[in-house]
């Protein structure tokens, strides 16, 4: 393999990983707070692709490149993410905030049935054929040195980047981040000391939401909508959080980036199938459970009994 093939087969390793990292932030958030999975995350990601897709569709009207389409397609980016933050905050305030006491289990259950009744509804409401989202800029490629890079990827990369570096920024450096941080840590005692933990939990599920629905259009820009996108992209982005160390932000990045880089490599350098990519992220999940249960960057911790 050539320099120009690594560095081409790298650039499109980040690119993937950095929409599972995005989607990965969500489940993280939630995890380190409430100490559960979220597994109606996947579920909000086809939301929010949907509800990119037709805003966008509308906002543009007949044009189909040009200066109005990019705009367009980041007021419809910003219209989903708020849509499926307001989502992520009823479904937390509906399915999971009344079984805050209950066993670990209930909250789990609970997010699995409401996984079902997002893609149902989806299906029923949009049908089950899959759509196209147009995008809105030509999509040409830019090639040097051998190696090509499309506007979609430029996209993706510049995006996912502001992305984690806001949230990274925000949850170190704001009041509100700080008392986020606070609440994971022990929220008895965070309420103790005047933090409203409702109102952090209700802005976890809000910015996990938000951002799933940005990884969703950039997703659905390379693939299509359809009611069921969200089960196995919300799972390796689940995978992704495990890799890098659930409940650590940084690690769900880390862990986006690299599984996004293993599925790439592992097609390329490995020659595993298309149809079998999947299993990459899973071989892996069971690998990191193996070697290293807490993550790369997460820390184990000992529990008194």
Request: glycine share 12%; hydrophobic share 55%.
């Amino acid at each position: 393999m050539s320099f120009a093939e690594f560095f081409q087969h790298f650039i499109n390793g980040v690119t993937l990983g950095g929409t599972y990292a995005l989607i990965a932030l969500g489940y993280t958030m939630v995890y380190g707070i409430l100490g559960f999975i979220n597994f109606a995350h996947g579920d909000i990601l086809m939301v929010g692709a949907y509800i990119g897709l037709f805003t966008f569709n509308a906002l543009r009207g007949s044009q189909d490149f040009g200066l109005w389409p990019t705009v367009a397609f980041f007021i419809a980016m910003v219209v989903s993410m708020v849509f499926c933050a307001c989502l992520g905050m009823l479904t937390e305030r509906i399915a999971y905030k009344p079984l805050r006491k209950a066993t670990r289990l209930a909250p789990l259950l609970s997010a699995i049935g409401v996984s079902f009744i997002l893609s149902n509804t989806a299906a029923w409401l949009w049908g089950t054929q899959s759509r196209r989202f147009p995008k809105p800029f030509e999509d040409q490629a830019i090639s040097f040195g051998g190696v090509s890079v499309t506007p979609h990827q430029i996209l993706i990369l510049v995006v996912t980047v502001i992305m984690m570096v806001a949230m990274q920024l925000y949850v170190a450096k704001t009041r509100m981040g700080k008392a986020m941080r606070a609440t994971s840590l022990d929220q008895d005692t965070a309420r103790l000391m005047g933090i409203n933990s409702d109102h952090v939990i209700s802005l976890t599920f809000a910015i996990g939401s938000a951002l799933a629905a940005c990884g969703g259009i950039l997703i659905a820009l390379d693939f299509t909508c359809y009611p069921t996108m969200g089960t196995m992209t919300g799972t390796k982005a689940f995978v992704a959080a495990v890799i890098g160390g659930i409940g650590n932000i940084p690690g769900a990045m880390l862990g986006g980036v690299i599984l996004g880089l293993l599925e790439t490599f592992g097609v390329a350098i490995l020659g595993i199938p298309t149809g079998m990519r999947d299993t990459i992220a899973f071989v892996a999940l069971i690998i990191i459970l193996l070697v290293k249960p807490e993550g790369i960057l997460g820390k184990a911790e000992k529990e008194k009994v």
